[in-house]
Every structure is written in structure tokens, then in C-alpha cells.
């Protein structure tokens, strides 16, 4: 194959990031964005590309959960593919960048090896994941999850939303069908597989470097904790007598910063995102609150001995306050290392676009996280202002996320040789 020249035409790219971002469910004018699985924003984005993706030649097809993939055959269409791709749905009030430059991005790249004339041996596939966000049902990544296997079709079934309806019902209520079982990819479906996202971090930036090359993706755990104290009249219980379920939490949560700032492990980060006060009345004492954990570690163990610690330390703040404390795991994942392969592959694309890069772990979780379970993985990273992520104000220039796509071209190129 010649070396294509990634013409890149960025203006449109840029223009298909602002309309995508224009399809929303967020009270704020993009850049801020909220698009929740599964709900009709999310179909209406995944209308929207796949437009897209047929205008560029395409073809679509869609799993019984929403991925969706997007494929150009090569000469030799009977070889494992070279897939590339990351996912649209936006937690609530965030920003427009998160996901969708790697969704859009290998399309833009796909279209510049085409101008160029590149014929590949092997596919190249886009992978819209169904979700990557845990918004609505407290576990991220269920598209690759299910897709490589890392998830049974009953335990993703059984996953419920806010309004207590489970995964099943709400992906069937939202169009997609079929069995579940006939989503996980075959053995050795992907050749290789790469994802183009920002970093959500400072480094890049901060060291004024224009593509990170992942070598490892963060380990993530998510955890639900109860606590259940007697609640009680605000002015008729004196504070002695209180089981007060809220201060409890409070003291947990305090705990759980406590034991992330002194862990021994920097990449250690722990963080209560969720809470819920019942029953929630100006005069009521609290009787029951369930927050969420999200933790993290590159190293897996750390972040178990750390959740270990903060079980023991729960129990200690549940007896002295007379309230419970119970916990559920939703999701406890090892970290994936990047292949050498990709990472070769990425880099010697860099040095041909003459872009300054380093080697760098992912602390976001993507769902590549899942995908190097079934296929040699890596990433690509863009710089992003200020390191900031799921924040309306995040952004990256429309040259950073042309060098991206650039670097994922020619990376493209050279795996589907
Ligand atoms: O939370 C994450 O790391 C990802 O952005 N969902
Ligand atoms: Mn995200
Ligand atoms: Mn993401
Ligand atoms: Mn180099």
C-alpha cells in the first residue's frame, strides 16, 4: 500500500464534532453535551453517523445492544480486520470532545486513506460502542464488555437504571433485539484495534507534546454503598439519641479521601460522585443514603487492599454511629496493557508526521480497556486544555485533533498492510 497522504480535511470534521455535539439532552448550549444510552438523543446521534458512515461508503451493520460497526472492506475481506473506534454516549454537563473524536475521527481517517488511494489487504472497521458511560446503569464499557466476553449476557441483563428498569428491557424499548448471546465477538475477529481519544489529563499539555502513545490502561472498580441509620423527627430527636445516615456517609466518604491521599501508589485516585439522601426532607433526619465509589489503580492489588480498608474502616463508622453500612461491587477490572505491536505501529506514525509523542497509561477507562482482552490494543492520545474532561469547558484545537487523526491514518494504514 503507498503511504498515503493523510489529507486530513479538518473544517469538516470539526463541523460533524459541533453537529453531533448540537444533539443533546443538556439545559446548556453546546459545548456542553448530555447523551445518555439508550435514550432518544443517543438514537438520534446514532442516526446522525450513521449517515455518516454510509455517505463514506460503508457498511453498517448494528449488534442486539447498539454497536455499531462500520465497515470498508479490504482486497482480502476474508482477513481478521483492523478495527478503530470509541463511543458517543456524554455523562450529564459535559463536553463535546470525550468519545466522539475517536468516533468521528477514524471515519475522517478513513475517508483521507481513500482520497489518497490506499487500498488496505484487511478491513477497516469502525466500532461505535453501544455505551461507554456508566450514567445510566452504574457500570461503563457494556458494549465491549459483552463484546469481548467480559460480561454474560445474564449479568448485563439484569443491570438496572434509575427507574429500575433492567438493561434488557431498555436496549429492546430503544429498537435494538436479538439475543444477547450473539454479540461477543468471535476468536480473532480484530487483527488489531485502536482508539483515538483526549487524554482527560494535564501531561500532554503540560509538556507541550502532540500524541500520547498508551501503553496501559487504568484498572477501574465501581462500588454502591448503604447506609441505614433511624432517621426520626429533625426537631423532636436530640443529637445524642441520632443514627443519622447521612453524617455517616459523610464520615465514610472523608475516609475514603483519607486513604487515597496517603496510599502508597500515586496512580491511586478514589472519588464519590453519586448521593442520595431518603427521604430527603428539610426536616427529616436521614434514614438511608446510597453513594457510589469509582477507584482506580494502574496497580490492581493497591486498589483492592485500598477498598479492603475502606470495608473495614465503613464498619468501624457504622458501629460507633449504631447505623449499617453495606457495599456492593459493580464492576472490579484489571488494568489492559497496550501491544507492541500498536504501540510500534503508532509511533513509527508519529515520527513519519514528524509529531513530538511519549509513552504514557491511560487513567480514564476506555473501552479498549476490554477490546485488548480479544485483540492487540493501543491508543492514541490528543492533548486536551487544561487536562480537563467531562466538563463542559473541555477542548482541543482542531490541530491537535488533525495530528491525531493524522497519526491514526497512517497507523491504520500500516496494520491493515
Ligand atoms: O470514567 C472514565 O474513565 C471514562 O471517561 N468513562
Ligand atoms: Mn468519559
Ligand atoms: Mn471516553
Ligand atoms: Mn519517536
Known sequence: MSQPDPRINIDRLIAELQCLAAISDCPEPPPAVTRVVFTETDLRARDYLTGLYEQAGLAVRVDAIGNTFARWEGAEPALPAVGSGSHTDAIPHSGMYDGTVGVLGVLEAIRALKSAGAQPRRSIEVLMFTSEEPTRFGMGCTGSRLLSGAITPDELAQLRDSDDQDYDQVRQAAGFNGP????????????????????QGPVLEAERLDIGV??????????????????????????PARHDALTAAAEVTLA?????????????????GQLDVHPGAVNSIPSRVRFSLDIRDINNDNRDAVVREIGVQAQAIAERRGVAIGSRVLNA?????AADSIIDAVEAAADALRLSHRR??????????????????????????????????????????????????????????
Do not use: N, W
Open 180 to 199: 444477547l448471546d450473539s454479540v461477543e465477538l468471535p476468536s480473532e475477529y480484530y487483527h488489531a484495534f485502536v482508539e483515538l481519544h483526549i487524554e
Open 214 to 239: 498508551v501503553t496501559a490502561i487504568a484498572a477501574p472498580a465501581a462500588l454502591q454503598f448503604t447506609v441505614t441509620g433511624q432517621g426520626g423527627h429533625a426537631g423532636g430527636v436530640l443529637m
Open 256 to 272: 475514603i479521601e483519607r486513604l487515597a491521599q496517603q496510599s502508597r501508589s500515586p496512580d491511586l485516585v478514589a472519588t464519590v
Open 333 to 337: 477490572d484489571p488494568p489492559a496493557i
Open 360 to 417: 504514557m497509561i491511560s487513567r480514564a477507562y476506555h473501552d479498549s480497556l476490554f477490546i485488548a482482552r480479544v485483540a492487540p490494543t493501543g491508543m492514541i492520545f490528543i492533548p486536551c486544555r487544561g487536562g480537563v474532561s467531562h466538563r463542559p469547558d473541555e477542548f482541543s484545537t482542531p490541530d491537535q485533533i488533525k495530528a491525531g487523526v493524522q497519526t491514526l491514518a497512517l497507523t491504520l494504514a500500516e496494520l491493515a498492510k
